[in-house]
């Protein structure tokens, strides 16, 4: 499975490199931060290869495990849902579907992490899994196809989901 | 069957109304003048049409907005507006503000908004009754210090009739104001004539002016004043506005045309045309 990051709401999700600029493998990786108010999941890095799998060890810790797989329509993505600091506004993975949780961490604004930050997740992707994220002012939907990562902003999706209906027949015309 | 209502398009904005709704990526988009756009605007509608102007189309609301199709060569029953509400920002704040009343005619679609910035914009989109935009358009007065304004469809509402109305007002007012000076002027009161003018020349630069004598005044017109005299007979209602010349037996006097004897004939005969118009 390939391992893509998504870093901030609103950006495009990119393909994370398990090496540094020298070649030397990366051995771990972490969703969330440190801190009061805050969690930090850290998920080894083990094996050799150029492919990428995720396992559960049987006391429960998710490892990503290197090696030589075949082709995975799926794939693993580290999602960071918290956008801009705003005391208002909310952040989470919003509407998700065929998206598989594996391990989370948390986020949070301020020393005392009182002030609403949101989740970090590694995940598996499914094809045709969906989501939406907020940034401070915006909202998007990203969409993976078992191939690439699509972005759309809610208008967008909206309406291209009508044009979709209609064509099927749906819809009240007035 | 589905029975689809052709719609004419139109775009509504203040006292302007323009034919079509322009489409850019399949959607109608939402493109402000005032105030800004942080958050997600909302969807207005998506149109089977990618890039262009839609003139005559079909409407259908589905479960994720508005849907529009066009079709050229139905004759329209409705009329579907987008109505660009707005109230003007940093540098325009005497000029209106634009907001419609929606009443049960219209039935409401979508709409999309500014988030912030200087003035701010809300776009609606509506399906309404045909001449229901040229009915709201008609109402709203674009000029500085009007205040800002929000209209309601007044199915009654005759713009050519107001304006007649207005004309009116404004003639009988005129009437009265004539009246008053004419009064005035008789009764010299308050630098207020009545004189008739004769061409002479000026003493000095020999050009053409108009003046009444008297044995110890000479009354010249203003040649800079909006009225001249025409004609020798006619009698005028003037004031006088500067004396140039003030010796003990004799004033040269400036004075402005206010009024001729004869535009209250043409005044109450305008009131009476405009009269006879209004019914």
Known sequence: MKLFEIGSPGNMPAEVRLS???????????????????????????????????????????????????????CLVIIDSVGGY????????????????LVSGTHAFGDAGRVNGGEEV??????????????KYASHWYAWDGKEWSMETPEARKARLALEEIEKGGGEWL | MVVRTAHLTLTLRGDSVTEGIA?????????????????NPGMLA??????????????????????????????????????????????AKRWPSFHVEFGPEVKILSRAGTSGGSGGEDWVLV????????????QFVDGRDEGDQTIAYRPSFDRKREATEQELAEARDELAD?????????AKEDDYLILSFRQSTHPKTGDRQWEYTTPTTKYVVNQHGEDQPESEEERW??????????????????????????????????IKELESRLG
């Open chain 1, 122 to 135: 590694l995940a598996i992707a499914k094809p045709g899994a969906t989501f939406r994220l907020n940034s």
């Open chain 2, 178 to 186: 004539f009246d008053q000076v004419w009064q005035m002027a008789i």
């Open chain 2, 23 to 39: 489409i850019a990526d399949g959607q109608i988009q939402f493109s402000p003048q005032w105030g800004m756009i942080r958050g």
């Open chain 2, 127 to 138: 399906s309404a009754p045909l001449g229901w935009t040229e009915n709201i358009a008609g």
């Open chain 1, 20 to 74: 540094s600029d020298d070649g030397t493998p990366v051995k771990s990786i972490s969703v969330g931060s440190s801190g009061r108010g805050r969690s930090e999941g850290i998920i080894p890095i083990v094996g050799e290869g150029a492919g990428l799998s995720a396992k559960k060890t049987e006391k429960g810790v998710v490892i990503l495990v290197r090696g030589e797989f075949g082709d995975e329509e799926r």
């Open chain 2, 46 to 91: 998506s149109a089977s049409l990618q890039h262009g102007e839609l003139d005559t189309v079909h409407v259908a609301v589905t479960a994720s907005g508005v849907a529009l199709v066009p079709c050229e060569d139905a004759h329209p029953q409705k009329e579907l507006v987008l109505v660009l509400q707005y109230y003007t920002g940093c540098g």
């Open chain 1, 86 to 101: 705003d005391r208002h506004r909310s952040y989470e993975i919003f509407d998700a579907s065929g998206i598989e949780t």
């Open chain 2, 237 to 270: 209602a003037c004031q006088k506005i500067r004396v140039l010349v003030n010796k003990p037996r004799f004033q040269l006097v400036v004075v402005d045309l206010i009024y001729r004897e004869s535009d209250r004939n043409e005044i109450s005969a305008e």
